[in-house]
């Protein structure tokens, strides 16, 4: 088969091959996959910035993929051949607290991941795509998408009438937009883009702050919400944004900390943290029984979602650069292109 193999850190190294179509155990199936979608996590690997000391080379890359069951193990009795499925990233994370090795059988890193013609997932981690959804719409679903849902619904019990700030337009950011509106949330965002920030609205956002415009913008959240704060802030900056989300913050609002796109470290002011008595949440992503309770509400909600670009399997740099530069939405690799 055709595949995608990193054999050292950086792009560069990012070569397409000819491997043996992989073999499956008794509780495995193989997927033909037809689309993956990029995240910023994709990016970080290759650049050796996320997990670089579990990582063995070669490997394939790319932890969202969606395609058509091929064959089952003999163990097997969830999926049939032609089923239609979406990976999970955490390969056996379940259900409830992750164990200390779950980064150990992550897909797309330290497990061979959908860059490829064919991938095997184990059965039990596996999802149905959605009956509402194309390849190339439930290939962005399992990190961007899910990762929103598992920290509103699952930590932060979000409901009708809570405000959530989100940072930006990114993969991530579009779809707590939309999940949070579908939620019966107020939604708020912050870009430095007048004409992002349009299109936000479009898809469900209500409030909207320039952070160029005015750069104390945690302080046009507090005036926007008549002093109270916002209930849920989706966390992608990191760095020193994390002060200004606590500041933000309602009191007992929930943090949830997603990304690191400034820097992975930042300085809290304590007393902050204390008044506000915030709950910051590390979040890493989500376990299946969330998942499929995801895929199921989809097929209610009716969410759509964003795709700024559909590359070829042969373009998969051009879709790393494109990723690495930002884009509104998600950055999909269509295999059948």
Do not use: C
Not at 239 to 258: E, P, R, T
């Amino acid at each position: 088969m055709k595949a995608w193999q990193l054999e050292d850190f950086g792009l560069d190294n990012l070569k397409q091959v000819e491997i043996k179509k992989p073999e499956i155990n008794e509780e495995q199936i193989l997927i033909k996959v037809n689309s993956v979608s990029l995240n910023y996590r994709d990016t970080a690997i290759v650049e050796g910035i996320y997990t670089p000391d579990l990582i063995k080379f070669p490997f394939i890359p790319v932890s969202d993929a969606s395609g058509e069951v091929v064959e089952i193990g003999s163990k097997v009795t969830k999926f049939q051949k032609g089923d239609r499925v979406t990976s999970h990233m955490f390969t056996k994370w379940l259900e409830g607290k992750p164990k200390s090795d779950e980064p150990s059988h992550a897909l797309g890193a330290t497990i061979n991941g959908g860059l490829a013609e064919y991938m095997v997932l184990n059965a039990n981690a596996a999802v149905f795509s959605p009956e509402t959804l194309t390849d190339n719409q439930s290939s962005t679903l399992p990190v961007a998408a899910f990762v929103n849902w598992f920290s509103l619904v699952e930590y932060g019990d979000i409901k009708a009438g809570d405000k959530v700030l989100v940072q930006g337009t990114g993969g991530v950011s579009i779809f707590a937009i939309q999940i949070a509106s579908a939620l019966g949330a107020e939604v708020i965002v912050t870009s430095s883009s007048d004409e992002k920030l349009e299109k936000a609205k479009e898809l469900g956002a209500s409030k909207f702050i320039n952070y160029k415009k005015y750069p104390d913008w945690e302080k046009e959240v507090q005036k926007i919400t008549n002093g109270n704060g916002v209930e849920h802030i989706i966390e992608v900056v990191g760095g020193s944004s994390i002060g200004k989300s606590i500041d933000a913050l309602a009191f007992q609002g929930n943090i949830y900390v997603i990304g690191f796109l400034e820097n992975m470290e930042a300085n809290v002011n304590l007393f902050s943290l204390l008044s506000k008595q915030a709950k910051i949440h590390g979040i890493n992503v989500g376990h299946h029984r969330s998942f499929e309770e995801f895929i199921k509400a989809l097929n209610q909600i009716k969410i759509e979602p964003v795709i700024d670009t559909i590359y070829s399997f042969n373009q998969a740099k051009e879709a790393y650069e494109h990723q690495a530069k930002g884009a509104f939405g998600k950055i999909v690799i269509d295999f059948n292109k």
